[in-house]
């Protein structure tokens, strides 16, 4: 069986093809096509560097410039090309974008830093805006430390 994939001369690759909104198990891809191309939809592969097989992902009827991806490995390499789809067939592919998925842990140390960090702030605004607070006093501790380090280090080191 023979399978032919029409390529439609008159429609250009989509241009600026990037991934956004990058997490451990999915992505989502976004591009721009040239004005008056008579496009209908779109088709993305989406491929792990190195390995054989693809995931093809095709929509017809739709006039989005995005796509999200999903299922994929954490802290793994892909590569993903997206075509433009019209009446008479689809585009070339675009340039390929490659880009590689962060590890749970990244993540996860990523979050716990940015909400020990509110957390100090939002601790020294309250200080700040007590009635009782005399504003010639020098700071508390709380500036440099948390709980888990009351003499400082985590966010700041006392000078």
């Not at 096509?33 to 097989?53: C, S, W, Y």
């Not at 433009?84 to 070339?92: A, N």
């Not at 700040?128 to 888990?148: G, M, R």
Request: include cysteine.
């Amino acid at each position: 069986m023979c399978v032919c994939v029409c390529i439609d001369s008159a429609l250009s690759a989509p241009l600026n093809v990037t991934i956004r909104e990058l997490e451990v198990n999915t992505a989502i891809v976004t591009w721009e096509i040239l004005e008056g191309d008579p496009v209908i939809g779109f088709a993305i592969t989406q491929q792990k560097k190195d390995v054989r097989m693809l995931r093809y992902i095709q929509e017809v009827n739709t006039t989005t410039r995005s796509c999200a991806l999903w299922d994929l490995e954490e802290d793994t390499e892909y590569i993903v090309h997206v075509q433009s789809i019209s009446m008479g067939g689809s585009s070339p592919p675009s340039d390929p974008v490659s880009f590689r998925t962060p590890r749970e842990s990244e993540k996860l140390a990523s979050t716990v830093s940015g909400v020990i960090l509110l957390f100090c702030r939002q601790y020294d605004i309250i200080k700040d805006n007590e009635p009782n607070n005399n504003k010639d006093k020098a700071k508390t501790s709380s500036e440099c430390s948390t709980p888990e380090h009351p003499q400082g280090g985590l966010l700041r080191s006392n000078l």
